[in-house]
């Protein structure tokens, strides 16, 4: 392959424009992929376009009328476009008459266009305010002009300045130019065979120069069988150069701290923590590292599955390290553990079973005497558990014989802070990653492709289950209502929680790693979001919680503070608690019977699902209020109130992530910015494309098995190595 590809598009096409966007090299235009293509004639619905959209819309020029401004100078000029159905408007504020007349030329009624801009509305009236435009005209040489009209034409994400004919006028240019040895050929061609899709320079020619739709559709498959043959060929080897470096075997002991642990354990475990805990079990038994995710809804029993799995390893000789993403969840795992093993925790302690080991916790919270005994601890081996935050990682951290690292909720952490746990250890280890947001089947593959997968489906004793009711949050009435019966909790002796996207006014939605509100690609931003500061202020100001303590609870407060807060709340000493999602995981109050999420549309479907799981734990029944300012009339089809809908009408932690991937765009599911190809899924879709990414896994199997260095195929090495060494491929790990 030539240097073409990498070449810098500025040296090709004469411009740096596109560079303010991401779009650098002749590799990032071919990788832009157009979102849809009009035909000559074929006029944008605009009954379709929803306020707040950004939009490149053709359509008709249907009239044109100017005005002065009663004050101010100036004139305010109405184009209204037409797609022979529905009309909408254009309107521009030209500054003098030399600008109104330009703009009078440019628009003539009947001729069409593409206009750019942010769908907005005035009174009652959607429209688009100084959109970009280019009228589609016959230029000096009719016959050409006459043929490139008749051409389909690409629409490409308006970004910034930069409009979908800026993107179309440089990939025309750099198509025409290229060469079969210009273009790396990622995908065997059996593999094109098989999928009955064209060779890359005829891929790129159709998906930026198609004659009709159907060529820029078979251009848009061929990228989606290439990415997810790379995509599986990158998660297949990254599996086996894991499983390569062999670790050392835990099978256990008979007799040990785990027999004690199951002896007095006061429950029976569910079907699928015996059968979940076999397959680990077998894993840490052999000497070639494992390698497995373990996903379970809410209240099924993960961390006492990782816990069994760590007691293995300890028996073994060993020690087991429990990396969670918040110092609120690492800390609620040491007091889960703690309590679970009883004096199996305490040894070399009074009242400690001799036989038993000690649990230590690390997190950057701890006072300095703390941190070093804590360190000696772990180095000396006497710890045989850790649990802790990033502070794992820190160099200062020497394990004696570190043989498991247990990851919860591994979507919050990447490929490299597992892999420098595993050089604190030699090299390698026994790895178990968790997840309490279900995933589907084919998500797992994409994302997780690296690792064997088993779920825990049945919750142990059930639990009471939680109602679930939406809110509308300017109806004072039903807001009211919330109130009235979070005091009614509060009076029978429950916890209520209230969670909102903010910290206080200030602060952006999403505060840090502890407090991510989602903030919506498909919304408006709503500049007045719930903060824990007003609502908390709110609350107390309302004589139906007179009297009644109200806490709060955010990533800000000292861990002290949490812990003091937390520790009020589960006692009753304060029954309501105002908080960010940092309880969104593994905080376990079983009074807790309401949740109040303030602007429930500002958080994904996994998140509102965690949250709602953190009622209804006991043997009362919870009930959960989701209030959004966007269940209005009118907005039932909009994406955010379908989510909510889809919210309220089940607890099915599966069957919401099946909604959250139909909802949702593919990157955002995967965690991934979305700016291209380089950083998320850019055409592949992970449930309607679930055939294609098994044939694919099954593909790169065969090349691997046949070929492990891809001496063959030269390009996808290379390929391959430029993710690795520009870390583009981080999104495959969830991060």
Not at 550 to 568: F, Q
Request: proline share 5%.
């Amino acid at each position: 392959m030539s240097a073409f590809f990498d070449t810098k598009l500025d040296r090709v096409v004469g411009s740096k424009k596109l560079a303010k966007i991401g779009i650098e090299t002749v590799r990032d235009l071919m990788y832009t992929v157009p979102y849809r293509i009009v035909q000559p004639g074929e006029l944008t619905p605009l009954a379709s376009l929803r306020t707040g959209d950004e939009v490149t819309v053709h359509a008709a020029i249907a009239d044109v009328h100017s005005r002065q401004k009663a004050a101010g100078g100036g004139f305010v000029m109405n184009v209204e476009i037409t797609d022979g159905v529905s009309t909408m408007a254009l309107v521009f504020f030209p500054r003098s008459r030399g600008h109104q007349a330009g703009l009078l030329k440019s628009f003539r009624v009947g001729e069409e266009g593409l206009f750019s801009g942010k769908v907005g509305e005035y009174r009652g009236e959607r429209q688009l305010a100084h959109p970009t435009y280019h009228m589609l005209r016959e230029g000096e040489d009719m016959e050409g002009a006459l043929a490139e009209y008749r051409r389909a034409t690409p629409i490409y994400p308006r970004k910034g300045s930069v409009q979908t004919w800026d993107v179309h006028r440089a990939a025309r240019t750099v198509v025409q130019m290229l060469q079969p040895d210009d273009v790396p050929d990622l995908v065997p061609e059996s593999v094109r065979s098989a999928e009955h899709i064209p060779g890359a320079v005829e891929v790129f020619r159709g998906l930026h120069t198609p004659e009709t739709e159907a060529d820029w559709r078979r251009a848009i498959q061929a990228l989606r069988v290439e990415e997810a043959f790379v995509l599986q060929t990158e998660l297949l080897r990254r599996r086996a150069a894991t499983r390569a470096v062999p670790t050392t075997a835990r099978p256990g002991r008979a007799g040990g701290i785990l027999d004690a642990f199951d002896a007095a354990m006061p429950y029976t475990l569910t079907n699928g923590q015996r059968t979940v805990g076999e397959q680990i079990a077998a894993d840490l038994a052999s000497a070639t590292p494992m390698m497995r995710l373990l996903q379970g809804d809410v209240g099924t029993g993960k961390t006492l599955v990782a816990l069994r799995a760590m007691l293995q390893v300890v028996d073994s000789g060993g020690q087991g390290a429990l990396l969670a993403p918040t110092e609120v969840l690492a800390q609620q795992h040491h007091r889960t553990i703690n309590a679970l093993m009883g004096p199996l925790a305490e040894a070399g302690m009074i009242g400690g079973d001799p036989n038993g080991t000690r649990v230590e916790l690390l997190t950057a919270a701890l006072s300095a005497p703390a941190r070093r005994q804590a360190l000696a601890n772990v180095a000396s081996g006497t710890a045989g558990i850790v649990v802790g935050t990033h502070s794992l990682l820190s160099e200062q951290v020497q394990f004696a014989d570190l043989g498991v690292i247990v990851v919860d909720e591994q979507h919050r952490f990447g490929v490299e802070q597992r892999d420098i746990l595993r050089a604190r250890s030699g090299g390698s280890v026994h790895s178990l990653v968790m997840t309490a947001t279900p995933i589907p089947r084919t998500v797992a593959m994409t994302a997780f492709g690296d690792l064997e997968t088993s779920t825990l489906a049945e919750r142990p004793g059930g639990g009471a289950g939680v109602d679930t009711h939406l809110v509308p949050m300017d109806r004072p009435a039903y807001m009211a209502r919330v109130w009235q019966l979070a005091r009614a909790a509060v009076d029978r002796g429950e916890r209520v929680f209230v969670v909102c996207p903010r910290i206080d006014a200030s602060a952006p939605t999403a505060t840090d790693e502890d407090d991510g509100a989602w903030d919506l690609p498909d919304e408006q931003d709503t500049p007045q979001l719930a903060s824990v500061a007003e609502i908390s202020e709110r609350l107390r100001a309302l004589p139906q919680f007179a009297g009644v303590e109200i806490g709060t609870l955010h990533s800000r407060m000292s861990t002290e503070a949490k812990d003091r807060a937390m520790a009020a709340f589960a006692a009753g000493e304060v029954p309501i608690l105002v908080s960010t999602t940092v309880v969104e995981v593994g905080v376990d109050v079983p009074t807790a019977t309401i949740m109040v999420i303030m602007d429930a549309d500002r958080f994904g479907l996994s998140q509102l699902h965690q949250l709602r799981g953190r009622v209804g734990r006991g043997t009362l029944r919870g009930t959960c209020f989701a209030v959004s300012s966007h269940l209005t009339a009118g907005a039932e089809d909009t994406v955010t109130v379908k989510r909510l809908h889809a919210f309220a009408g089940t607890t099915d932690g599966f069957k919401l992530a099946e909604t959250d991937l139909e909802l949702r765009r593919e990157g955002d599911v995967l965690g991934a910015a979305q700016s291209g190809r380089a950083s998320s899924l850019a055409t592949l879709r992970v449930l309607a494309d679930r055939e294609l990414i098994e044939r694919a896994r099954g593909a790169a199997g065969e090349l691997l098995a046949a070929d492990p260095e891809l001496s063959t195929m030269p390009d996808l090495a290379a390929e391959l190595r430029r993710l690795e060494e520009t870390r583009l491929a981080d999104y495959l790990e969830m991060s």
